[in-house]
């Protein structure tokens, strides 16, 4: 559980409701077709929930960090694809929130504030993990006091819908990740374009396509910080973002649970509810004791970022846990419920679905071990 104020207890009610009348059961058919649910974003803009990252004196409600992590949980129990595409809209909100400009932060916060949305481009398709490897590149033309970007961008959740992008480049490819910059480039530049839909095995609520930057020409003063800064920039914005990313797994892992729990009460076999099954009551138990435990690890690597401690370690550690673990939830679901869980019918196949992109994005389970493994050797 979280111990959240009275204030922050009411908003989680507000994005409770609206996700269980607006969100939960209609993502069935749009996890069918993959299409962009426009409506079900219309109303949950409406609510404001694009901008729930945007600081108080910049227009917005200036939520602490755990109540954040709560209503985002409470959004992926509903539907994970849901989910991320609000997180991957503030994916972009945070690199310019951190490190731009007053002028940067203004421009954004007024465009997310009015319901438009951003997108976090940093992948691309030969160096997802190694990002000192980005062949995108920013070269800055003197006489026009512009940066000409050319490179290719995959994986870019909120692309296809953004009207921002936070973009990394190489500025000086002799340095390598030294050499990389970040810049703000609105959709409708020429040049820009968006590729095909990327077919998905689960979170099919969001959308994800290539970005294609050919000769993008984007004003000087859409640097975010300094050259060079970019590497550090994407570094910080995702160390921020992985204990999100772990109240996500978080969500489906719980709705993984209660489904399980929900069909084992009502389930009969030899005679009884097979939740009155020893094997299946500690099966339940295990699952509820590694939800909690990860929900746990989510809050204190987030009251340590609140408290501006470092948490890069126990970001990771918050991040990789519950990604395993809401896999490891969703396979015991299935299992409680036999046939049913593996048929469509039930939500749990797709849960399962859902949880696999937890051990992938935002830096694969394996990198996050990296980083945990030179956080104790230093």
């Not at 002028?103 to 691309?124: M, N, Y």
């Not at 009460?265 to 339940?284: D, H, N, Y």
Request: glycine share 8%; hydrophobic share 40%; net charge negative.
């Amino acid at each position: 559980m979280y111990l959240l104020s009275d204030d922050s207890k009411e908003l989680l009610a507000d994005v409770k409701n609206f996700c269980k009348k607006e969100v939960m059961e209609q993502s069935k058919e749009y996890d069918i077709s993959g299409e962009w649910p426009a409506e079900i974003y219309a109303k949950a803009f409406d609510m404001g929930l694009q901008s729930l990252e945007i600081p108080e004196e910049l227009g917005g409600v200036g939520l602490d960090s755990v109540t954040l992590s709560a209503l985002y949980e409470e959004m992926a129990y509903a539907d994970a694809g849901f989910a991320t595409t609000m997180a991957c809209n503030n994916l972009c909100v945070k690199p310019i929130m951190r490190s731009g400009n007053a002028e940067q932060k203004k421009f954004v916060a007024d465009l997310v504030l009015a319901g438009k949305i951003g997108a976090f481009a940093l992948t691309e398709p030969m160096c997802g993990s190694d990002v000192g490897s980005t062949k995108t590149t920013a070269v800055y033309d003197a006489a026009t006091d512009e940066y000409v970007i050319n490179g290719r961008k995959c994986f870019i959740t909120n692309a296809a819908v953004a009207s921002i992008f936070y973009v990394t480049a190489s500025t000086d490819k002799t340095k390598g990740a030294k050499g990389l910059s970040g810049f703000i480039v609105e959709s409708g530049t020429k040049g820009l374009s968006i590729g095909e839909h990327e077919n998905k095995m689960g979170i099919r609520l969001s959308t994800t396509s290539d970005v294609l930057f050919e000769d993008v020409r984007v004003p000087a003063k859409n640097l975010v910080g300094k050259e060079g800064d970019g590497f550090k920039i994407a570094m910080q914005t995702l160390d921020g973002a992985r204990p999100f990313v772990g109240s996500l797994a978080v969500g489906v892992a719980k709705r993984a649970l209660d489904e399980s729990i929900a069909y084992a009460k009502e389930r009969v076999t030899f005679g009884k509810p097979i939740s009155k099954f020893q094997a299946l009551q500690f099966m339940m138990a295990d699952m509820d004791i590694s939800i909690e435990t990860a929900r746990q690890m989510v809050v204190h690597s987030l009251t340590l970022l609140d408290a501006g401690m470092p948490f890069s370690r126990e970001a990771a550690i918050a991040k990789c846990y519950a990604g395993d673990m809401s896999v490891q939830v969703a396979l015991d679901a299935i299992q409680i419920m036999g046939g049913f869980g593996y048929s469509r019918e039930y939500p749990v196949e797709k849960l399962l679905r859902d949880a696999k992109i937890f051990q992938l994005y935002e830096g694969t389970n394996q990198i996050q071990r990296i980083v945990i493994a030179g956080s104790i050797l230093r």
